[in-house]
Nanobody, 120 residues
Framework: QVQLVESGGGLVQAGESLRLSCEAS????????IAWFRQAPGKEREGVLC????????NYADSVEGRFTISRDNDKSTVYLQMNSLKPEDTAVYYC?????????????WGNGTLVTVSS
């Protein structure tokens, strides 16, 4: 059974950091690009960052440039989203998704999301 499970969300204050994890099971992460998306209350889901099978990263959102980074550990079947200098506008449910490439955005498999709340 193909599954993506996000974890690491929580409530933090502005300026703090969080690291989200996306653990894959039921398929080999080595062959998939993984992207992080987020959806804030009342807004559409937006892409954040993506990492391809060869480790190349793609930034979908200018607002996270220089603050968020994505990495992968295929041995652990896990992709990480390191979020630094968090802002209240980063508050959202964060989802990971798997697919063939970062362009077009990977949407073959989705996790259920993890909530990140940033207080001012």
């Amino acid at each position: 059974q193909v599954q993506l499970v996000e974890s690491g969300g929580g409530l933090v204050q502005a300026g703090e950091s969080l690291r989200l994890s996306c653990e894959a099971s039921g398929f080999s992460l080595d062959y998939y690009a993984i992207a992080w998306f987020r959806q804030a209350p009342g807004k559409e889901r937006e892409g954040v960052l993506c990492i391809s099978t060869n480790g190349r990263t793609t930034n979908y959102a200018d607002s996270v440039e220089g603050r968020f980074t994505i990495s992968r550990d295929n041995d652990k079947s896990t992709v990480y989203l390191q979020m630094n200098s968090l802002k209240p506008e980063d508050t959202a449910v964060y989802y990971c998704a798997a697919g063939g490439w970062c362009h077009p955005r990977p949407t073959s498999y989705w996790g259920n999301g993890t909530l990140v709340t940033v207080s001012s």
